[in-house]
Each structure stands twice: as structure tokens, then as C-alpha cells.
């Protein structure tokens, strides 16, 4: 159960994006994303065209925290590291010969860093922003200063060219959302009129965070569950990825995602939980993955397909062991079909198809002439009330139509012709037929039996209710997530409705088996 202090925080988190929001149109997601980046001490890109809002969710963004600045740079061929982490001190230089840099009101003094066209950035400032990645820590010299570098906001309009080395920089940028502008047209009909300062500072003070705050989560995020329907469907997402590097069938570039990224992603996930209020990670969080593992906009779809199939197919298979009381009864319905069910092979008379099409009279000597009958209409007769039957001969000609019935008599038909009654036998062939004999089991074993299955009734009972009675805490906010759009929660309930459907079938295949015994 939620506690009222978590409960406290989702609803403090839902207040603060609503501040962050405010103004803003078709920006839900990145704002979102960038926040929980913040909180998580990971990084978020942006890629989109000049004009859609990237710089804008940065300065957003800053108003969040109580305490601290931001840092904000665009890029060019010619930035200088001088212009991101402070001018060299000459004083230092003169007094004490040493090289450091004025790094206080430039990127290692700020809290919110949004860096514009990052992959214009040389080696020298690609190098020191991979060690405040790694360690948050900048080399000042013959110092290590460490940083308080929330989150780093990167943008540009392109991807890091292949052909450099951007390579490791790229890599520790662990969320990455594209940026499009505005597509309803009342949406931006109201962003185009709207006169409100889209910068303005519209979040109230008391849901601000401080950083005394932001360590003491930390400490709570890092203790956040993580349970086995979550690490079962990560396990599965990271399977399913590497098939992309061989099969034919994905179109995209094949996603390779390395194990640092994968650690990075599950605190991230921990994060969601705890912004949520929950004190375990749930399927909607696995959502995230989507901007976590793409290295290139056209792999989104094919991680999008992968993530959204394995929550809808495995996400609560393994939170209820579905696949273990699956075996079980099978094994248990397998072990009472052997003991009970004697299978005995008999030597049997089978009408002899003609054709496809008939069965053939006994060759003997009839009152008629006519030798073959439609199976169809063999079919429709019983052992009661005469039905007109068609009587062909051996070419299929039609010859007769008579009054028919099933015999008393084993593979015979009662004929009525010129108002005689008469038995005449059907053509027939020998064949091996198996026969099931019942035995009832011994005393002690029917005893076993019931034992087995009473507890597998009630370990089965027992999941249906954590799935439905006691419906988890998270099913109950599916569609509030804050970081996660509603419509993902219709794929973690289709989960639910087949594991529930499961378990039912499995409950029946089980009373079968104790039935199919006990009426013995």
C-alpha cells in the first residue's frame, strides 16, 4: 500500500509539472522527460529543427529548483572552452603559476545546463563534459571541482556525425526525445495568440526542490523494488533487440544498447516509481525504455513494437509464475490421464469409403439394382424413422429412391423395397482402433491426488486474487502516469485480462482432471 508521504510526493511532482506546463503547447513529454532526467542526475538530447521549443523546456526546467542557476550556450565550430567553463584567472596565473579557470557563473558553477548544437563542440570541450557526465567532476587545473550539474539539456537539429568522435559523448546521454512543432490546429492557433510570457517563473514555491531535498531522494530512489515482471520484460526487450542485428525483417539500423546504458535505465525506472508514488517499479514505467534506446530515429518504431509486445505478452506472466503453475498442471492432468485411462488397441470393422463419395453395398444378391449409397445421407439417417435415400449404381448413375433407416444390425441399412422391409450389410474394411478403458486409482493415490490439487486450487485462487481483488496498487493509477501518455495502459491491462484468462483455463483443466478421477 501507498504510504500517505509517498502519496504526498506524486501529488507534490503532478503540482510542479503543471507549474512547468504552464504556457506551453503539445511540450507535455520532453518537459516530463527533462524533469525526471533532472532528478534521476541523468541527461536528456533533443533533436528537432530551430524554433520548436528545445531551448525552451531548458529554461523551463530551471524554475523547478529552489536554489542554484542554469547555464545556457549555443554551440558554433569556433566555441572555445574558455566559453563554456570560464576564462583562465590571470591573478592565479601571475601569483601562484597555476592554470585555472573563473569557473562560477559558467558551466561548472550552474545547476540546469542546456548546451545548443552540441555536436559542434571540439575535443577539448567534448572531453570535459564526458568527465562531468561520468564523475560530476571537473579537472580545474590541478583541481577536481565537484559539480552540481542537475541534469544537462543537449540539443541540435542533427545527429553526432558518424565520421567523429562523438561517439562516447553520445553514449551518456541516456534519454533522447524528438522535438516537432506544433500539429493540432486549436493547439496552435492558442500558441500563436497566447500574449503570456512563455519564461516566466509560474511554478509556486512550496513544491520547488531544493538540493537538500533532491539527496535525500536519491537515498529513497536507490532503494526503490524492482520486481520480477520488470526485470523479466527488460530481459526480454534486451533479447528481442539483438535479433534486430540479424533478421531480415526490421528495416531500421540494428539497436545495439551496451550495459552501461541498461543500469542507467533501470534507476531511471526506480526514478518514475518514486516521482509516482510507488515504492516499486511497474510495467508503465518500462515505457521509458522507448527514448532510452535508440540510436536513430528510425529504430523508435521497431523499440516502440518490441517494448509495447512484450509488456502486452509477458508482463504479469511472470509476476504470478504462470508458466510454473502451467507445468504443474500439466504434469498433474498427464500423471491422472495415465493412471486412470488404459489405452487398448482393437481390431475393428470400419466402413469402406467409395470414391469419397459412398459407401457399397455387400456384393450378393438383392432384390434391386443398385450398389452404392451418398455417405452424406447415410449420415442423416437414424435407427427410428424411414428417410428417402438415392441408390446409385456402380457408374454413379441414379437408379432408385427408397425408404431407408440405420439397422439394428452393425454396419447394416433396413431398405423398404416394393414394401418389403430388408437388413442389407455395407461394405467394410479391418482396422486397429484405440479404445480407453478407465481403471479406478487405488485409495491412497486418489488421496495424493486430492491433496495435489487442493493446493494447486488455492495457490491458483490465491494469484487470481492479487490480480483482481487485491489489484495492485499500481493498476489503479495506469492512465496518471506522470512520465508515460494513458494510452500505453491498455497494452499492461491487455496483459492482465490474458493472465487472468490463463489462470481461469488452468483452474478448469484442473477441476477436469479431479473430476475425471473422482466420478470413477
Known sequence: METPVIETMRTRISALLDGLLTGLYEREEPVRLALLAAIAGESIF?????????????????????????????????STPDELFGPVSIRKLKEEDKYERLTDKYLPGANIVFLDEIWKAGPAIQNALLTILNEKVYRNGEQEITVDIKVIITASNELPPVQESFQPLWDRLLIRYS???????????RMITDTRDVYEDTIPAEVKISNSELEA???AIDAVEVP??????????RLKLEQTHTEPRFEAPPVFVFDRRWKKLIRLLRTSAFLNGREKVDLMDCFLAVHCLWSHPDQVAVIQEVVGETIRKHGYSVAVNLNLIRKEVEAFTAEVDEETRIRHTVTEDQLERV???YYQFLPQEKAFQGELIKIEEFNRLDTEEYQVVNVFDGEENLRLRLKARVSQRENHIDLVYN?????????????????????????????HWDQRFQEMMAHI??????????????????SNHLFVPADRAELVRANLREVSESLRQLKLQLEKAHFSYASL
Open 46 to 78: 533533443l533533436l528537432g529543427p530551430p524554433g520548436v521549443g528545445k531551448s525552451l523546456v531548458a529554461r523551463k526546467l530551471k524554475y523547478a529548483f529552489s536554489e542554484g542557476n542554469s547555464f545556457e550556450y549555443l554551440m558554433s565550430r569556433f
Open 179 to 189: 522535438m516537432a512543432g506544433v500539429r493540432e490546429n486549436r493547439n496552435f492557433l
Open 217 to 219: 531522494w536519491g537515498t
Open 228 to 237: 520480477p515482471e520488470v526485470l523479466n520484460t527488460i530481459q526480454i526487450i
Open 355 to 357: 470414391k469419397d463419395l
Open 419 to 447: 414394401s418389403n422391409e430388408t437388413s442389407y450389410p455395407l461394405c467394410t474394411y479391418k482396422t486397429e482402433v484405440v479404445r480407453i478403458l478407465t481403471k479406478k486409482p487405488h485409495p491412497l493415490l486418489a488421496r
Open 461 to 478: 485462487h490465491k494469484q487470481e486474487a492479487r490480480l483482481t481483488e487485491e489489484e495492485p496498487a499500481e493498476l489503479r493509477s495506469l
